[in-house]
């Protein structure tokens, strides 16, 4: 009753007036959108649409696995009551997000819908023939004749089993017949819409919302021989699972976390194999703007997106942005609360890469979440991979970080030289960090030392900053196959 309500409130925003339903058959043919069982509807006729009525499709794909469809057709009807299948949807649809809207037309009222996807298979078709005659065909072993019989269906729980010249069998070899298709099996999903039609010709928009339409970002950087700029191209990997084709179709793209509510018919979605990957590598083809608190990009051209098929796309391409590499030797904040002497010994230390997401360095486009893949030249000239890290949906004018992996060259010991409880939750305690670089040029290290609680650096060898209210790092310079230590003492107190 709540669907029906909600489906009425939708369709009065739309200017369709539903019209009281009639009660149905007990011949189960199609589904509403909650799932129930109904008759199929009774018009004075019947007419079908398909894609190739299409006038206009657009997609919308969120990187959430769902997607908007809107496509606009040409529709010719009678006057009078008239049922209309429109044919031609995603499989994965979600029926109770679908609206019509007349654009066109002499008058156009909705009295009902349903969504038929009680498809068309051997086994269903088994189901659809209990209690029924089919022809079952076997080859003659003596004569080499394929003979015919007729049998009853008489159950296919667990396997077919018939009934022929009055005895009962199952596992027959024979091939069967149907004399028909039922009426409530279809070919493909379908939406059945009774309408009340005020003429003969009308054009209509629908929409709805599918699962297994998805898309994601992938970049592509390449740094320059010292590591102080990089080239960016940034690609979409758009995937089709939804059970449709979108021939020609406006694509667009929302980048974001949208709010959905579980069990919104996702866990019936199917899950396909990619069957084709079409790749699209011309110049960047997509405009993007804020939408409310996302962002919307759109294709500035026409697009085919295929079922079973991943099409990419260049999103952005950005040369020569100055990019800052960073090696980083993180400690720990239990480290002060106890007595620990030695903590790690010839300890790698981590590579990053960082740089603005600025428009006066090339870049500012709004960056989706996405893996960027890092690649430089060797000596030779040859391009090697050099490692890939996951950022998040990163706005403009942000700074974005790249966690490469560990540097071969640079490594640290890192030291408790003294420890003392001075009271209940406050120590004091005395530390030395060795950093070696066996690289042929001098290297910046940054230590980052987060204490916790309250806490104070009595002493130092090298200067410090406090970088937050838990955190204090400090930057030493370590020679061309050098060596340079870090000691400083330190008092905190966790309680």
Same mark, same amino acid.
């Given at each position: 009753?709540?669907?029906?309500?909600?489906?009425?409130?939708?369709?009065?925003?739309?200017?369709?007036?539903?019209?009281?339903?009639?009660?149905?058959?007990?011949?189960?043919?199609?589904?509403?959108?909650?799932?129930?069982?109904?008759?199929?509807?009774?018009?004075?006729? +019947?007419?079908?649409?398909?894609?190739?009525? *299409?006038?206009?499709?657009?997609?919308?794909? &969120? $990187?959430?696995?769902?997607?908007?469809?809107?496509?606009?057709?040409?529709?010719?009807?009678?006057?009078?009551?008239?049922? =209309?299948?429109?044919?031609?949807?995603?499989?994965?649809?979600?029926?109770?997000?679908?609206? @019509?809207?007349?654009?066109?037309?002499?008058? =156009? /009222?909705?009295?009902?819908?349903?969504?038929?996807?009680?498809?068309?298979?051997?086994?269903?078709?088994?189901?659809?023939?209990?209690?029924?005659? @089919?022809?079952?065909?076997?080859?003659?072993?003596?004569?080499?004749?394929?003979?015919?019989?007729?049998?009853?269906?008489?159950?296919?729980?667990?396997?077919?089993?018939?009934?022929?010249?009055?005895?009962? +069998?199952?596992?027959?070899?024979?091939?069967?017949?149907?004399?028909?298709?039922?009426?409530?099996? @279809?070919?493909?999903?379908?939406?059945?819409?009774?309408?009340?039609?005020?003429?003969?010709? %009308?054009?209509?928009?629908?929409? &709805?919302?599918?699962?297994? =339409? $998805?898309?994601?970002?992938?970049?592509?950087?390449?740094?320059?021989?010292?590591?102080?700029?990089?080239?960016?191209?940034?690609?979409?990997?758009? +995937?089709?699972?939804?059970? !449709?084709?979108?021939?020609?179709?406006?694509?667009?793209?929302?980048?974001?976390?949208?709010?959905?509510?579980?069990?919104?018919? /996702?866990?019936?979605?199917?899950?396909?194999? #990619? !069957?084709?990957?079409?790749?699209?590598? !011309?110049?960047?083809?997509?405009?993007?703007?804020?939408?409310?608190?996302?962002?919307?990009?759109?294709?500035?051209?026409?697009?085919?997106?295929?079922?079973?098929? /991943?099409?990419?796309?260049?999103?952005?391409?950005? !040369?020569?942005?100055?990019?800052?590499?960073?090696?980083?030797? %993180?400690?720990?904040?239990?480290?002060? *609360?106890? /007595?620990?002497?030695?903590?790690?010994?010839?300890?790698?230390?981590?590579?990053?890469?960082?740089?603005?997401?600025?428009? %006066?360095?090339?870049?500012?486009?709004?960056?989706?979440?996405?893996?960027? *893949?890092?690649?430089?030249?060797?000596?030779?000239?040859?391009?090697?991979?050099?490692?890939?890290?996951?950022?998040?949906?990163?706005?403009?004018?942000? *700074? #974005?970080?790249?966690?490469?992996?560990?540097?071969?060259?640079?490594?640290?010991?890192?030291?408790?030289?003294?420890?003392? #409880?001075?009271?209940?939750?406050?120590?004091?305690?005395?530390?030395?960090?060795?950093?070696?670089?066996?690289?042929?040029?001098? #290297?910046?290290?940054?230590?980052?030392?987060?204490?916790?609680?309250?806490?104070?650096?009595?002493?130092?060898?090298?200067?410090?900053?406090?970088?937050?209210?838990? +955190?204090?790092?400090?930057?030493?310079?370590?020679?061309?196959?050098?060596?340079?230590?870090?000691? &400083?003492?330190?008092?905190?107190?966790?309680?």
């Amino acid at each position: 009753m709540r669907a029906f309500i909600a489906t009425t409130a939708a369709l009065a925003v739309l200017g369709l007036t539903p019209a009281p339903s009639t009660p149905a058959s007990s011949t189960p043919a199609s589904y509403t959108p909650t799932g129930d069982a109904v008759a199929p509807p009774r018009a004075d006729t +019947t007419h079908r649409s398909t894609s190739l009525q *299409r006038e206009s499709v657009s997609i919308t794909v &969120y $990187n959430q696995n769902f997607g908007l469809v809107r496509e606009v057709r040409s529709i010719d009807l009678v006057s009078g009551s008239v049922d =209309l299948e429109f044919a031609d949807v995603a499989s994965a649809i979600q029926p109770e997000t679908v609206h @019509i809207r007349p654009l066109e037309g002499p008058g =156009l /009222q909705v009295l009902e819908q349903n969504y038929q996807y009680d498809l068309l298979n051997p086994q269903k078709l088994l189901e659809k023939y209990v209690g029924r005659t @089919i022809t079952v065909y076997r080859t003659n072993p003596a004569t080499g004749v394929e003979e015919a019989v007729e049998a009853e269906v008489l159950s296919v729980n667990g396997g077919t089993i018939l009934e022929i010249d009055g005895e009962i +069998t199952f596992g027959h070899p024979g091939r069967l017949g149907f004399p028909e298709v039922p009426d409530n099996l @279809i070919a493909d999903p379908t939406l059945l819409w009774r309408l009340d039609s005020g003429g003969p010709r %009308h054009v209509v928009e629908v929409s &709805y919302l599918t699962g297994s =339409l $998805n898309w994601k970002s992938d970049y592509v950087m390449v740094l320059n021989e010292n590591d102080t700029a990089a080239d960016l191209t940034g690609w979409v990997t758009l +995937t089709n699972q939804s059970g !449709a084709d979108y021939e020609n179709a406006t694509l667009q793209l929302v980048a974001g976390d949208v709010q959905r509510v579980s069990g919104g018919g /996702q866990d019936e979605l199917r899950r396909r194999m #990619v !069957a084709d990957v079409a790749m699209e590598a !011309a110049a960047p083809s997509f405009s993007e703007e804020a939408f409310f608190e996302y962002h919307l990009y759109t294709l500035e051209r026409p697009a085919d997106v295929v079922h079973n098929e /991943q099409k990419q796309v260049v999103l952005l391409e950005a !040369a020569g942005f100055p990019v800052t590499k960073r090696l980083i030797f %993180h400690g720990a904040a239990h480290h002060y *609360r106890g /007595q620990y002497g030695e903590i790690a010994r010839n300890q790698k230390v981590g590579v990053f890469l960082d740089f603005e997401n600025r428009e %006066h360095e090339g870049l500012g486009m709004p960056l989706p979440k996405g893996v960027v *893949r890092v690649y430089k030249r060797d000596a030779s000239g040859a391009q090697q991979f050099v490692g890939e890290d996951l950022i998040d949906h990163t706005p403009r004018d942000e *700074r #974005v970080r790249i966690r490469m992996g560990e540097a071969f060259d640079v490594v640290a010991d890192r030291r408790q030289m003294d420890y003392q #409880v001075v009271s209940r939750c406050v120590s004091e305690s005395a530390w030395q960090i060795q950093i070696r670089n066996h690289k042929d040029e001098a #290297v910046t290290v940054t230590l980052v030392e987060p204490a916790g609680g309250d806490w104070g650096v009595l002493s130092s060898s090298h200067p410090y900053e406090r970088l937050d209210v838990g +955190t204090f790092t400090f930057e030493p310079v370590v020679e061309a196959r050098g060596e340079t230590t870090v000691e &400083y003492r330190v008092r905190v107190r966790w309680c």
